[in-house]
Nanobody, 122 residues
Framework: QVQLVESGGGLVQAGGSLRLSCAAS????????VSWFRQAPGKEREFVAA???????YHADSVKGRFTISRDNAKNTVLLQMNSLKPEDTAVYYC????????????????WGQGTQVTVSS
């Protein structure tokens, strides 16, 4: 129904910035909530940020003030702007989508991207 393709990951020094992109195909993002999750080696999947189809957002405390999620429904794209990156932000970042209301629970999401690696060096 909807396919997600992530891009924008890479290697950056602490204090730097990256912008991740999640592009949808097969279906419009309209009426879908989209979230970013991340998973570091040996750790559980962690919620990062969510955005509703109408633009309402929620950010995890660990990234609040540094990361910003946004969406452009006309382009079927969701972005995650990451500023002031820290080594503890190092993880594989996943884009996920679900129909309806946004959620921080990963098991409520039906569609997932392949992930993009973010590495922050100290």
């Amino acid at each position: 129904q909807v396919q997600l393709v992530e891009s924008g990951g890479g290697l950056v020094q602490a204090g730097g910035s990256l912008r991740l992109s999640c592009a949808a195909s097969g279906h419009s993002f309209i009426s879908y909530a989209v979230s970013w999750f991340r998973q570091a080696p040996g750790k559980e999947r962690e919620f990062v940020a969510a955005i509703s189809w109408s633009g309402g957002t929620y950010h995890a405390d660990s990234v609040k003030g540094r990361f910003t999620i946004s969406r452009d429904n006309a382009k079927n794209t969701v972005l995650l702007q990451m500023n002031s990156l820290k080594p503890e932000d190092t993880a594989v970042y996943y884009c996920a989508a679900k129909f309806g209301s946004k959620s921080y629970l990963h098991y409520e999401y039906n569609y997932w991207g392949q992930g993009t690696q973010v590495t922050v060096s100290s």
